[in-house]
Structure formats: structure tokens, C-alpha cells
């Protein structure tokens, strides 16, 4: 069957977190060393909700990527991101690519859709949005951003875009193309009446 008794959970948990251990071991250490609010290891890992959120979906990831095999697993993944969801005020969709060595300050009202990409090394503030326009592009809905990336507070990347290796998104914009690499992107409250 599909139940899961509560002495298991734990044992799954482990299980799917173990071959994420380097990949949490780089967000810890890029929250710490990108942090200076960050006091030390211990901190970042027990209190900041950043690094918590991206360790439950590290474990909602791999147990995302098995629902084939085990139909349950599936259904785990979604329960432990929106329970992840709900202690942290950010949504990371299971089946969402994250790199190593990212860092999410602040976090809250962070959206990133199923089949978003972020790249190495990155540093997202709260309120990001990786979401969708309801337009796909070889069957893909939301954006790929590249490492090295920052996407400042209250950006919205939206629909299947690229965002270019070491591109800044700055606060508050809203961005439906494609950025280059080593661009800076800023809201310039453009509006037409069109």
C-alpha cells in the first residue's frame, strides 16, 4: 500500500536527504559566508527559514524525482513542501532544479514553480517570483536562471525565459525575456496604455 507509518518517515527523510549533504553543506556555507547577520553554522541552521526551506525541498526534490516507482512518494513530496511552505512562508515546488551554494535572505513570499531552474551560487531576496504566464516554450512554463545570479526583493521572473549566468534582477522588476549574461535588469516603471 500507500501508508506511510510514522517510524518510517524519518528513515525516508534520511534516506532522501543523504545524497544532498555536500549541496546543503554549500547553501549553509553561502548563507554564512554572504550573511554577516549570520553568527555562525548553528544559527543558519536551526533559525534561518532561507536554508530551512531549501533543505526540506532538497528531500521533497528526491522523493519528487521517485514518484514514478513509488506512487507515495509523490504525495510525500508535496505534503513535506507545503508543510515547508507553511513554517517558512516561502513555496518551492518539488520538481524544481536548485543549484548548490544558494542563498534566499529573508525568504518570505518566495515563489519558484515546478519546472523553475537556479543555477550555482545564487542569491534571491524575498518576495522572488519564478512563475508562469500561462505561454510555454518546448513544453516548458517557467524560468531558467543561470549561476551567480541575484534577484533583488519583490522581482518577478516570469514565464519560460533564461536568465543569463551573473545577471541581476533588481527589486521590484517584472521580466518576461530573456536576460544576458552579466546583465542588470531595473524596474523603470514603464507603462503604456496600449
Known sequence: GGALDSEKLPLVLEDRLAPAESLLARDLNAVVEGDPAAPE??????????WLALAAHRAASSLWSSRTEDPGAGQLALLLQGSASAATGMDIHPGATMGSGVFIDHATG????????????CYILHGVTLGATGKTKN??????VGSGCTLGNGANVLGPITVGDGATIGTGAMVTKDV????????TGFMSNK
Open 180 to 187: 544576458e549574461a552579466g546583465a542588470t535588469v531595473i524596474d
Open 110 to 121: 518566495v515563489v519558484i514553480g515546478e519546472q523553475a531552474a537556479v543555477g550555482d551560487d
Open 41 to 50: 553554522l548553528l544559527t543558519v541552521f536551526l533559525h534561518f527559514k532561507g
Open 139 to 144: 513544453g516548458r512554463r517557467h524560468p531558467h
